[in-house]
Every structure is written in structure tokens, then in C-alpha cells.
């Protein structure tokens, strides 16, 4: 018979960190508030909560790498805003933010949920940090807790 092995979204005892990016932070913070209401609400002590604030989703890779290596959290949740604009920038930061995390979490092996949410207008990103599309700050935020919890299973 099959086995199927899940996480929960239990967060006691879970260690968080937190990387955000301040660009388009009118957004962005309601992302940030989003995902630590989230964690909160799945019994994450707010002390165990880390936030560590960088420029831009350019940044923010090195930061969770940084985080990660460190050993102290169970998991990293990266919240950022990109919202197309008339040049080529929107791609060369929306790709490079998304290669460096997800190689930030391959290479660390701890869990680190994408949060940065890339959109054609500003109409669109507003939907996506607390409108009618939800909070991506707050998906992102449970998706932490699941893989923390996934991976201590697994192990």
C-alpha cells in the first residue's frame, strides 16, 4: 500500500524568517502583515518571527541564502512587488529574483516559499496583497509552515 507523507500547518516551535523587499512597499507591507498574521494564526510565536527588510526583489536571493545558512529558521518566506513597467528591467529582476530563491532553497535545504508577485499593473498587484485575489503574503507564509513541517517528516 502507498505511503503519503504531508506537512501540516501547525507552526509551534517553528523559527521563520522573513525576507521583504521595500520597492512598491504601499503593497508590500500588506503582504509582510499578511504573512505574519498568518503565521501568528497557526501558532507561530511572534518571537520566533525574523524579518530582515532588503531594497528590491533583486536583493532579496541573498538575503534568504544568508538566512538560510544561518541555520536558525525552519523556513524563509520572500515577499516582493514587480509590477511591469516600459522596459526591459521588469524581466531581468522577476527572473533573476526567482532563479537565486529557488537556488537559495536547493542549495540550503531549507524550505524558502516565493512571495514575490509580478504583475502587468499596479490594478493587478493591489488584487494580489489583500483585494479580491487574496494576499500572497499570506499563501506564501503557510506554504513555510507546510514544508517545514514536510521536511522534518521526511527526515
Request: proline residues 2%.
Amino acid at each position: 500500500m502507498s505511503k503519503t507523507l504531508e506537512g501540516n500547518l501547525i507552526g509551534t516551535g517553528l523559527k521563520i524568517g522573513i525576507v521583504a523587499a521595500r520597492w512598491n512597499d504601499f503593497m508590500g507591507d500588506k503582504m509582510l502583515t499578511g504573512a505574519i498574521d498568518a503565521l501568528v494564526r497557526h501558532d507561530v510565536s511572534d518571537d520566533d518571527i525574523t524579518i530582515a527588510m532588503v531594497p528590491g526583489s533583486y536583493e532579496i536571493p541573498l538575503a534568504a541564502k544568508r538566512m538560510a545558512d544561518s541555520k536558525k529558521y525552519d523556513a524563509i518566506v520572500c515577499l516582493g512587488v514587480l509590477i511591469r513597467g516600459g522596459t526591459l528591467h521588469f524581466e531581468l529582476i522577476a527572473g533573476e529574483a526567482t532563479k537565486g530563491i529557488g537556488m537559495a532553497s536547493m542549495q540550503s535545504g531549507v524550505p524558502i516559499a516565493f512571495g514575490v508577485i509580478t504583475t502587468e499593473t499596479i490594478e493587478q498587484a493591489i488584487e494580489r496583497t489583500g483585494s479580491k485575489a487574496g494576499n500572497k503574503g499570506v499563501e506564501a507564509a503557510l506554504a513555510a509552515i507546510e514544508m517545514a513541517n514536510l521536511l522534518k517528516v521526511l527526515d
